[in-house]
């Protein structure tokens, strides 16, 4: 950006050029100056000229280029110019994480943090310790750095000094990467996790979904039914079923009974759909391969571009698909047959999902807003909640009846469904927000374009991040995260997914509430 005002600046004014070549000359651009030349006049008309010289060159080769008749043929050079500068920027920055992260371990060796804790998250800059809704302290600050005040060395260290010895005294969150699902071939869009029983679902764009063992780390299913990039997975709250949206413009429910036997020979497997020509992912085990949905949610009345997001609605008799043709569908698992469409959204969906127990939806958009469908009456209601600039990338109920909204403008949101005029807490972030979660507990894990994954209360509470370092967490941006609920021989309970191909699962040690 600073590049291109630059340029603006140069060719778009004429009068400073004016001005400069007048200097040269002698005279002035103002016609009282060049009647009665004074001391300052020559001054400025000597410094006047000194730029001139610097900015003729680009100025004259680009009023050249633009008056040319071979306009396209002369404008190559400076877009390649500006081709090589991007670059090299984007190398340095490159350069410049890699030191971050190197400073960074070795200021958490010097303090005596463990790699698994987030103690050594306060060593972050200070305009991401003061993230959830800390307007009186930014604003303070802000104003004594407007008034020309300087802070010195000293008083920064001493600074970072006490923040490190609070942090300390504060319970700590303790957190460790325990697990890593190896397996898909390409990004990885959303993972899930089932009630009750120790296995996740994961979502990919390699057109697949698997599910795996927790407490194994093993693919003990893998569904090949879409032909498109698979951008959803979602488990039925009772039976053994999946829910998938895909790419494909469709949306699929399959059988999810797994075999929790090692396979003891090739081709052992209770279904006959097994892939005989090509292993799936680079395991010595055997994978069973399923390949055909029970219902597929397509045809005349269904969606016409991607299915970005699908859900369950209590009870799991319908089901709520989201597509990028900016409509949702509420559609009939019995008859297969779209019950109604949702449309008001003015750009493509991004997410839905559906409360736990009560018949409502929540329908995300890159419009900046998303909605509320309220289907408990036979009239369905609908309301509209604004509060974001950017895309609306992710909408979840929480258990007492709030929402958590999501977005591309780096801030998630926490809203009361009976008040969609001002969020109740706002939570500013550094980096785009992907697919969050919220726990049983009230714990929100929001999963960044920055491969960073961090944790806050619904009142915007800090709590912790995940540790990220060369040798654990993400490579690439994090697309989605999801807790698991009661299931006590597990050592995970936090799984995060990301376009480095990577399913990890994660130990947080979360403090007791006060309460």
């Known amino acids: 950006m600073p590049l291109d005002s ?14 400069a070549a007048a200097a040269a000359a002698g005279g002035s651009a103002s016609g009282g100056l060049a009647q009665t030349p004074s001391g ?44 090589q500068l991007f670059a090299q920027i ?57 008034a020309g005040s300087k802070v010195k060395a000293s008083h920064k260290i001493r600074a970072q000094t006490s923040r490190i010895v609070s942090s300390f005294k504060a319970q700590s969150v303790v957190s460790s990467l325990v697990r890593e ?28 979904a698997a599910i795996w063992g927790i407490d194994s780390g093993r693919c003990l299913l893998q569904y090949t039914g879409h032909c498109g990039s698979v951008n959803s997975i979602k488990f039925h709250q009772n039976r053994d079923l999946v829910l998938t949206g895909s790419g494909d413009a469709t949306a699929h429910i399959w059988q999810a009974a797994v075999n929790w036997e090692t396979p003891a020979r090739k081709g052992h497997s209770s279904e006959e759909e097994l892939d005989d020509e090509e292993e799936p992912y680079e395991e010595k085990e055997r994978i069973d ?9 397509s045809g005349p009345g269904g969606h016409t571009s991607v299915v970005v997001a699908a859900d369950w609605l209590p009870g799991g008799d319908q089901v709520i698909t989201a597509s ?44 900046s807003t998303f909605r509320l469908w309220d289907f408990r009456d036979n009239i369905p209601a609908v309301s509209v909640f604004q509060g974001h600039t950017e895309s609306v990338t992710s909408t979840v109920f929480t258990r007492d009846d709030k929402v958590v909204s999501g977005s591309d403008d780096r801030s998630v949101k926490v809203w ?21 979660v919220v726990s049983s507990g009230g714990v929100i894990a929001i999963p960044h374009d920055n491969r960073h994954i961090r944790l806050f209360d619904l009142n915007g509470q800090r709590i912790a991040r995940l540790p990220r370092t060369s040798r654990q967490g993400h490579r690439r941006m994090v697309s989605s995260v999801a807790w698991t609920e009661d299931v006590s021989s597990s050592s995970c309970n936090l799984f995060s997914c990301g376009f480095d191909r990577r399913v990890l699962g994660w130990a947080v040690c979360l403090p007791p509430k006060d309460n």
């Open 324 to 367: 990028w043709d900016r409509t949702a569908i509420l559609w009939d698992v019995e008859t297969r047959e779209p019950l109604q469409p949702l449309c008001g959204h003015d750009h493509e969906l991004t997410h839905a999902s559906a409360h736990q127990s009560q018949r409502l939806v929540v329908t995300a958009s890159r419009d």
């Open 40 to 83: 300052s006049s020559v001054v400025s008309g000597k410094m006047a000229a000194k730029r001139s010289l610097k900015l003729s060159s680009l100025a004259d080769d680009m009023l050249a280029a633009s008056g040319s008749g071979h306009h396209q043929q002369q404008e190559e050079p400076f877009r390649a110019r500006l081709h």
């Open 416 to 436: 009361e469904l009976r008040n969609m005029r001002s969020a109740l807490t706002t939570i500013r972030t550094d980096s785009a927000v992907n697919r969050l």
């Open 289 to 297: 391969v399923l390949r055909t949905p029970i219902c597929e949610f």
């Open 181 to 208: 699902f190896v397996g898909h071939k390409d990004g990885v869009w959303q993972v899930s996790t089932k009630a009750g029983q120790p296995i996740i679902g994961t979502a990919s764009a390699d057109h697949s």
């Open 6 to 19: 630059g340029i603006v600046g140069i060719s778009g004014n004429p009068v400073g050029a004016a001005a």
């Open 90 to 146: 984007e190398r340095e920055f490159e350069l410049l994480h890699a030191e971050n992260l190197n400073l960074q371990e070795k200021l958490e060796a010097v303090a005596g943090t463990p790699r698994d804790s987030t103690v050594g998250e306060r060593l972050l800059p200070l305009q991401d310790s003061y993230e959830a809704d800390g307007a009186g302290v930014n604003k303070s600050f802000k104003s004594k750095l407007s």
